[in-house]
């Protein structure tokens, strides 16, 4: 930490902030630098971080629009800073993020330290047995809207400290390049792909909802991550209500509710008689909807349960097909478990973790394009599905190891 700069950044923290920005990864910004790039002279370029950010003079480029397809159809704006850009919003990041986080509400569960997405969905599922309605709230273009003037009201509130709240600044105003190099200039919103951005998102609907929800219906439990948003009520009519109040009061934020994808469900189950239009909402990659399920007797019941949702699963399917494994018939099936195992795991590990055979198919599909590689690839095996089928269900049986999924359904391997 040098004495000399008017601004106290410690070379440790920048140091750090590289690591963890390595170890996301990511895209090239506007000035085409790779990570790998930039760490061709990494000494100097973190030093030269440092002592812009040290001395005042630490000015963001311009970050690089990119336009993925959302699974629900239309583009979602993607913002990727430069890789330093990055690492100077990380450094920011670690020393605002310990001073807001210790207030953020419990049931904010995106972009923090020690929550998850499956905590969340978990979370959600106990609270639809007790309630019997839910609001699945969809905030219009949420991160393309957040008002600058209300945002950084917010981080005063949290800190004072002159070089924070001068590039937090310079960070929601810095401009945007479109696809054909066009540079953009931006008086709201807060770039979703940035570094910093999750946390000034969690702040800026910290005070715009949890802590408004906090104070005014403290009896109506709600789980939110990022601006994916659950609430549970006792009625329809408390979730007319509170669906109402809770779209005037983003509005009064300068935010809007979806019309068509916010929606009041109903969350059926066998004690829970009559029917709504809506039984069944998404959140975080789980649908939750009435699901066969049974008790501790052996007797079966319908419960209101969370499984992979329709478009997760699609998703899956479309990764499966992608890999085109009939066509690596150059690898061994321990190549192929080592290039795949740790995707598969993840799935596992994430959908599995709430009725998990609605895993099975899509799995089951992996073994299907397993079954295909081994018939192409082993001469004996070609055009013998049969075969093929029995020799992969052998192998899944003395090695169940191997790849991640057959211990999960072993039973079924090679179908």
């Given at each position: 930490m040098s004495k000399a700069k008017p601004i106290s950044i410690c070379k440790r923290v920048v140091f750090d902030?590289?690591?963890?920005?390595?170890?996301?990864?990511?895209a090239a910004g506007v000035d085409g630098e790779s990570i790998s790039d930039f760490e061709q002279d990494l000494k100097n370029n973190l030093y030269k971080i440092w002592n812009r950010m040290s001395s005042g003079s630490y000015f963001p480029p311009a970050v690089r629009l990119v336009e993925i397809a959302k699974k629900s159809g239309g583009q979602r704006k993607l913002g990727v800073p430069t890789v330093s850009d990055r690492i100077a919003?990380?450094?920011a990041k670690m020393y605002f993020e310990p001073e807001v986080d210790q207030y953020f509400h419990p049931d904010s569960y995106g972009y923090r330290p020690g929550k998850s997405a499956?905590?969340?969905v978990g979370v959600a599922r106990k609270r639809c047995w007790r309630n019997n309605w839910v609001v699945d709230l969809d905030i219009k273009g949420f991160f393309d809207n957040i008002d600058h003037e209300l945002l950084m009201r917010a981080v005063r509130k949290h800190t004072d400290s002159k070089w924070l709240l001068l590039y937090i600044e310079r960070w929601l105003i810095a401009p945007v390049q479109v696809a054909d190099g066009t540079l953009v200039s931006r008086e709201k919103g807060s770039p979703q792909g940035s570094v910093?951005?999750?946390l000034l998102a969690n702040l800026f609907l910290h005070y715009a909802f949890d802590e408004w929800m906090r104070r005014n219906y403290v009896?109506?439990?709600?789980e939110r991550y990022a601006d994916d948003i659950v609430v549970h009520c006792r009625s329809e009519e408390q979730a007319r209500r509170i669906k109402?109040?809770?779209e005037e009061r983003l509005n009064q934020c300068r935010l809007e509710l979806h019309p068509e994808k916010t929606k009041i469900v109903y969350c059926k189950d066998s004690s829970r008689r009559g029917s709504y239009s809506n039984e069944k909402f998404d959140f975080l990659g789980y649908r939750f909807q009435p699901r066969l399920s049974k008790n501790r007797y052996g007797e079966f019941f319908v419960s209101f349960l969370p499984a992979v949702s329709t478009e997760a699963a699609k998703s899956m399917r479309r990764t499966i097909r992608s890999w085109r494994i009939?066509?690596?018939t150059d690898k061994s099936i321990n190549d192929l478990a080592c290039m795949f195992n740790s995707v598969i795991r993840g799935w596992i590990n994430y959908y599995g973790k709430f009725y998990k055979s609605e895993l099975y198919p899509i799995l089951n599909q992996l073994n299907g394009a397993l079954q295909r590689w081994a018939m192409r690839k082993y001469k004996k095996l070609r055009r013998r599905r049969r075969r093929a089928f029995y020799w992969l269900g052998r192998i899944a049986k003395q090695k169940s190891y191997l790849f991640a999924h057959w211990r999960l359904v072993r039973q079924s391997a090679g179908r």
């Open positions: 902030a590289y690591k963890r920005v390595k170890a996301n990864q990511g919003q990380m450094v499956i905590e969340a910093i951005s999750p009896n109506i439990p709600f109402s109040v809770i009939h066509r690596m």
